[in-house]
């Protein structure tokens, strides 16, 4: 995953939870790009959205992971595209 394509995960993250989720400053970016970069960005896209959708509060970088882990066992693959794309035009 591209430092680009980690921001759109932090913004995810935020916008899903607001204040529950600390204040991302260069620390906490350099902490989660560091432990989450090897993953590809749209499964775990995916799998945080699917994550959102039953957690009240914000994940933890073990729980990013285990979605992204749990995702793959249920369907055996990285997202190789998406049919519906999420615009700016809201």
Known sequence: MSKGEFKKILQIIKSA???KFPKVDNDLADTWYRCLNDLDFKTVEVALIEYIKSKPFPPTISDVRTAYSVHLLAYGKVIESREEE???DW
């Open 86 to 88: 999420v615009g700016d």
């Open 17 to 19: 939870y607001g204040e």
